[in-house]
């Protein structure tokens, strides 16, 4: 009887053991994870409960905040404005990049220096960029309104008016990203097992016919990954939409995040601008558990 409570307590003893091991090795992740994220929003949240704190202590309100975020009407168009960009860019993105990477799987010659090539704007800063396409865009001295003067006669006030400012700022965000998500779909090709498609060809399907039967429902896993990784990148965007039109005009291209950075900066209402950040947050989780579902029911 004895030998056999010794056993277990050594069984105990052995388990603590692996256990404490077990988080003395988790133990460094777990701490970043608490100090940079965890207490963060945890204090964001608190935060979403005052007012002031700028110029002078914050002080409670409540729920005043969140009543606030719903009457709003600036806090409307700035999720319709944001939710408009992303639906542009996003499909536009990943047609183009499926486009690239067809291509370049096609290619044996200067793969390297093609990949490099479409690769290169992903690696300018996005500030950089956008302050290159305001030289290219700008109604005055814009390249490409150089252009449009000479072949029409007058110039095209892209960034100005407000059907074309949100397109023209997805065009600028998908020449940037083009050539990461090219790549990310070229690996994800050259990936496919090859005697699927050779044993297609040998049975008479067509190229476009491969695609569609075997390409695109054997890339599955990496479109869930990409729609849900860029709908997150999307729906924060901001740099671009600061240098080029700073929310105008008339606010047609006030994003979310433009929003929460004037309420932090501008108007000086870190509570609120804190509030505005968990709206994001919940937009973002609802749309990425929808593509989770969408995704799990097209198996």
Not at 222 to 230: K, L, N
């Given at each position: 009887m004895l030998s056999d409570i010794e056993h277990r307590r050594a069984k105990r003893r052995q388990s603590l053991r692996r256990n404490v091991t077990a988080y003395a090795f988790l133990a460094p992740a777990l701490?970043?994870?608490?100090v940079f994220l965890a207490w963060p929003v945890a204090m964001l949240f608190a935060q979403s409960f005052q007012t002031g704190g700028?110029?002078?202590?914050?002080?409670?309100?409540?729920?005043?905040?969140?009543?606030?975020t719903f009457s709003d009407g600036l806090v409307r168009q700035t999720i319709w404005n944001t939710l408009r960009y992303a639906a542009m860019a996003i499909p536009a993105v990943f047609i183009i990049a499926m486009?690239?990477?067809?291509?370049?799987?096609?290619?044996?010659i200067g793969h390297t220096a093609f990949k490099t090539i479409l690769y290169y704007p992903t690696l300018q800063p996005i500030l950089v960029a956008a302050l290159m396409f305001t030289f290219v865009l700008h109604q005055d001295f814009g390249i490409l309104n150089i252009i449009m003067r000479a072949l029409t006669g007058s110039p095209v006030n892209f960034l100005g008016e407000a059907s074309l400012a949100i397109p023209t700022i997805a065009m600028v965000e998908v020449w940037k990203g083009a050539g990461f998500w090219t790549l990310l779909f070229l690996a994800g090709i050259q990936a496919l097992p090859r005697e699927l498609f050779h044993a297609a060809e040998l049975d008479g399907a067509g190229s476009l016919r491969r695609f569609f039967e075997l390409t695109l429902p054997l890339l599955r896993p990496?479109?869930?990954?990409?729609?849900?990784?860029?709908t997150i990148v999307n729906l924060q965007v901001f740099d671009s939409v600061f240098v080029l039109t700073?929310?105008?005009p008339a606010n047609a291209t006030a994003t979310t995040t433009w929003y929460i950075y004037r309420s932090l900066f501008t108007f000086n209402e870190?509570?609120?601008g804190a509030t505005l950040s968990f709206v994001l947050v919940v937009l973002v989780l609802a749309l990425t558990i929808l593509q989770t579902f969408w995704f799990r029911e097209k198996r």
């Open positions: 701490i970043f994870f608490v700028v110029m002078g202590p914050a002080r409670f309100v409540g729920l005043a905040n969140w009543w606030q486009i690239l990477a067809l291509a370049l799987n096609t290619v044996r990496t479109f869930f990954f990409s729609v849900v990784f860029a700073d929310g105008g870190p509570g609120y």
